[in-house]
């Protein structure tokens, strides 16, 4: 589900997806309650004011239109909603003396303070909680000492419980901001910024832990290539045309792999693929890779081929040994006349 999650908006997107068919569908059954007991109030049109823009910001998120400004609007709107629901029902006990408590409205409200907290930036979502709450506050302060005693506890309660709220949203924020931060340092840090795989400090780790399980798994491998006559492609076709073949082929190796195989960027055109299987099946692998690589068809540079080494670990490996000789074994497919795969051929 989060495999192709780059961005908070994406984040946003499958979280609209899958919750506001829920919201939608309480919605509706508040909807049907209401035309049952022929009770069509205000929150009556406003239960279907708010089923179209459930249905619209879902559109939207599915299509993967822009979201923002609608999100933004539909805050004013439900914040709107809350303020006049609150002050109607505090003026219905003052005058008449009417419901014991706060109505069932209440319940959805921590998900209205999550939600202005999830689309506005931290500071903005801290004004426009504030807002929300303190508009309907100083009236209800004025009239509180005409209120029943059951709704003052309610009323109590519901502004201690929304300050609240917001203290934790608050430094709920402020700490998933921080943990965006480093995952944005460690993602400059381990990560390729042009091809967005592994970097070699990356690979470093990951070739590190896939030894360390050999323990447990036995044999595991790495697959070594580069791209055939990339040189030429720089000087026939420029290095931006370079730099889009180079991306082209991480993203081509990176479909072909699961969640459990990694791939990074050794230097230049030189990429290293880190299997958690024996030789044999790593072998199956880098062919299909090599497949894969000359049946694309690169833009503006047409065919491009690749030239593989594998090997699998030996006894008394170290990051060293196992990368000489995936590395003996790529160049004996070049020797070859490249655009080929090289397994146990070189020890």
């Not at 993203?251 to 459990?260: F, G, K, M, N, Y």
Request: hydrophobic share 50%.
């Amino acid at each position: 589900m989060f495999k192709n999650v780059n961005s908070i908006n994406d984040l946003k997107r499958i979280t609209y997806l899958f919750i506001l068919p829920g919201l939608l569908v309480a919605a509706i059954s508040t909807l049907l309650l209401q035309v049952a007991t022929r009770n069509y109030s205000l929150q009556f049109y406003c239960t279907i004011i708010f089923m179209l823009f459930y249905i619209t910001l879902w559109i939207l998120a599915y299509k993967r239109h822009p979201f923002v400004l609608f999100e933004k609007f539909l805050i004013v709107i439900i914040g709107c909603y809350y303020v006049v629901t609150i002050l109607f029902e505090v003026l219905l006990n003052y005058q008449t003396g009417e419901n014991d408590a706060l109505s069932i409205f209440t319940i959805w409200y921590p998900l209205f303070m999550m939600y202005i907290f999830m689309v506005l930036p931290r500071k903005s979502a801290l004004f426009a909680s504030i807002v929300v709450v303190a508009l309907p506050f100083i009236p209800s302060v004025l009239l509180y000492g005409g209120l029943h005693d059951g709704f003052r506890d309610s009323l109590l309660q519901f502004y201690v419980a929304s300050i609240i709220y917001i203290v934790i949203l608050f430094v709920a924020q402020s700490i998933i901001n921080s943990y965006i931060e480093i995952k944005a340092v460690e993602k400059q840090f381990y990560v390729d910024q042009l091809t967005q795989v592994g970097n070699r400090h990356q690979i470093d780790i990951w070739l590190k832990d896939l030894l360390h399980e050999t323990v447990k798994l036995g044999e595991v491998s790495v697959v070594f290539f580069d791209i055939d006559f990339f040189k030429r492609v720089n000087d026939q076709f420029g290095h931006q045309a370079g730099d889009e073949v180079l991306k082209a082929v991480a993203q081509i190796v990176r479909q072909q792999l699961s969640a459990e195989q990694h791939i990074g960027r050794w230097g230049g055109e030189e990429f290293i693929v880190l299997l958690k299987e024996p030789e044999c099946i790593a072998y199956e692998i880098a062919e299909k890779l090599r497949l894969a690589i000359a049946a694309h068809d690169f833009p503006y540079v047409g065919q491009v081929t690749a030239s593989f080494g594998v090997t699998s670990n030996m006894e008394g490996d170290t990051a060293g040994t196992i990368l000489l000789r995936v590395d003996k074994r790529l160049y004996l497919s070049k020797e070859k006349g490249r655009n080929r795969v090289t397994g146990k051929i070189v020890t």
